[in-house]
């Protein structure tokens, strides 16, 4: 419990998770370990199907691991909770609640009503620069424009962790630059802990601290990998040799991944 | 889905709309007097002035007014009934499967045979006059209308319920906030489909021994072979029925204008 340990944020222990489907058991992970330093950003890669979005379900707490345990801040988590954020790939926005009144959900939850809630809203409204649609509707809102709904949301909720998702998965690659970066700006402002799932490797290696790669079947880490490369990244950070170097490094380990996926 | 062009340059569209209503209405009258002129159909087909002479005598014989509130309290009455019981019933459906397993076939079932054919029973068992109508009525609402809410409630996107689990809410404000809200459009897509289903149950309902009703009054008129009344009576049912329709639809439009893409 000492030293070190009380920086650890996350500690997932031995984690496995075996579905039930209709062929037979799938073991989605199987003896995942991993700890997650406070403030850290992880960003997570591997081929399709090996078990990314489950173990952060798991640690969101909406699913239940079949062995092995996820401890945050010091309590074993069972069920979702506040420190906790999501953002996931299909925004998962409330259809029939403006923009406001979605950010506005999780203040609600919390017992913040009124102008209170309204005006706490508008603030994260402003974060991800949408005051001039807060009054609309998610349909009236482009792809881009649902997502930072999505991230503005998540951040009301105040959490301590941010899981996400694949967040900037649907979004075209300029949106996805500009979006990337607004999460930059705001993890180093805010100081959150980042759980980030993605399939791009430019996008796990310009945002996170360490790289997570897991190998498919069954579903466990296979490599982690320490990006040390100072922060603020942007753009030219993609040109520097450094960058290409561990981008053709974690390129070739999912590819021999996805390889496996195939067979 | 479909691309949308209401809304967007309202004035001339909306009078675009009209004149076409307008010029299908002239087409419809223009058959209908085609038909009254054959000699094929002309018994069938009174022309629209016959038929409209018939709403003084039939008001003269002191059975329209009459009809058209017992037709609108049986329908009503059945329908509502049917509204209630299906809305627990589908939720329960959604929510327990051992429920849904045992009812599920029944509906299914009994959704496939027409009213017509099970109505004696009921009259056996409920008697004649008011309460056999609204239980056939009942019946059909109920079938149809609990079968579209529940499909509603399992379509429900399961992240939305997520999203509103992590984002703090709990078992109440899951149904209250997300659950009821999300299940709103397929309600009142299931309240519309009722609605249609209760007036097309009538003539079956009021086969009962009725003493008044649209459905009554058509099929004794029939015995006479009173063909202009009946097509004014016909032709009421349909007012009635595209009323209905529309007031249904603007409901939907007032309350679910949020949604994504709209259904038939
Ligand atoms: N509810 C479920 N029932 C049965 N099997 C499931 C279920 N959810 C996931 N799986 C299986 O578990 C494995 C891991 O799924 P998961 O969604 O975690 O993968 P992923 O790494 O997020 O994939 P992707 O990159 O495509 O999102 C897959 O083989 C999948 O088929
Ligand atoms: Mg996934």
């Known amino acids: 419990m000492a030293g070190e340990k009380r920086d650890i944020k996350v500690i997932i222990d031995d984690v496995r998770k075996t579905y039930m489907g209709r062929t037979g058991e799938v073991v989605a992970l199987n003896g995942v370990s991993l700890d997650i330093r406070a403030n850290e950003f992880v960003t997570v890669v591997g081929p399709s199907g090996c078990g990314k979005s489950t173990l952060l379900n798991i640690i969101a707490g909406l699913l239940e691991p079949t062995s092995g345990k996820v401890i945050c801040n010091g309590v074993e988590v069972h069920g979702t909770g506040m420190d906790r954020g999501v953002v996931f790939q299909q925004y998962a926005l409330f259809p029939w609640l403006t923009v406001k009144k979605n950010v506005m959900f999780p203040l609600n939850m919390k017992g913040i009503k009124g102008q209170e809630a309204e005006d706490l809203a508008m603030k994260y409204i402003r974060l991800v620069d949408l005051e001039k649609f807060a009054d609309h509707y998610p349909k009236e809102l482009s792809g881009g424009m649902k997502q930072r709904v999505a991230i503005a949301r998540a951040y009301a909720a105040e959490p301590e962790i941010l899981l996400m998702d694949e967040p900037f998965g649907a979004l075209d690659a300029q949106t996805r630059t500009q979006l990337q970066q607004e999460l930059l700006n705001t993890w180093e402002r805010e100081m959150k802990t980042c759980f980030f799932i993605t399939h791009d490797v430019d996008e796990a290696l310009i945002l996170g601290q360490r790289v997570i790669i897991m190998s498919a079947r069954p579903g466990r880490i296979k490599e982690i990998v320490d990006i040390d490369i100072p922060y603020p990244r942007n753009q030219e950070t993609k040109m520097t040799p450094r960058f290409l170097e561990l981008k053709n490094h974690i390129w070739s380990q999912v590819y021999q991944e996805y390889l496996e996926v195939r067979k | ?264």
């Open chain 2, 1 to 264: 889905m479909a691309k949308s062009s209401k809304g967007k340059g309202a004035i001339s569209d909306k009078a675009k709309n009209w004149l076409w209503l307008l010029l299908s209405l002239a087409a419809a009258l223009a058959l209908w007097t085609l038909l009254s002129v054959l000699p094929n159909t002309s018994r069938s087909f009174p022309n629209v002035i016959v038929v409209l002479q018939q709403i003084p005598v039939m008001i003269e014989r002191n059975v329209l007014f009459k009809d058209i509130s017992s037709s609108l309290i049986s329908v009503g009455l059945g329908y509502l009934l049917g509204f209630v019981i299906a809305l627990p019933v589908a939720i329960l459906m959604a929510w327990y499967n051992p429920f849904r397993r045992i009812v599920e076939p029944w509906i299914q079932f009994i959704r496939n045979i027409p009213p017509l054919a099970y109505v004696p029973l009921i009259v056996i068992a409920a008697g004649v006059g008011r309460k056999p109508q609204v239980i056939v009525i009942t019946i059909a609402t109920f079938l149809i209308m609990c079968i579209t809410i529940y499909q509603g409630i399992i379509n429900i996107d399961e992240t939305l319920i997520k999203a509103a689990r992590v984002l703090g809410a709990k078992d109440k404000d899951i149904f209250l906030r997300v659950l009821a809200p999300a299940s709103l459009p397929f309600i009142l897509t299931a309240v519309r489909l009722g609605a249609s289903v209760a007036l097309t149950t009538l003539i079956a309902a009021e086969s009962t021994g009725a003493f008044a009703g649209l459905g009554m009054r058509i099929r004794s008129l029939n015995n006479n072979f009173e063909t202009a009344p009946m097509l004014l009576y016909i032709i009421i049912i349909g007012i009635i029925g595209i009323t209905v329709e529309k007031l249904i639809k603007l409901l939907e439009r007032k309350l679910t204008g949020w949604q994504e893409k709209r259904e038939i």
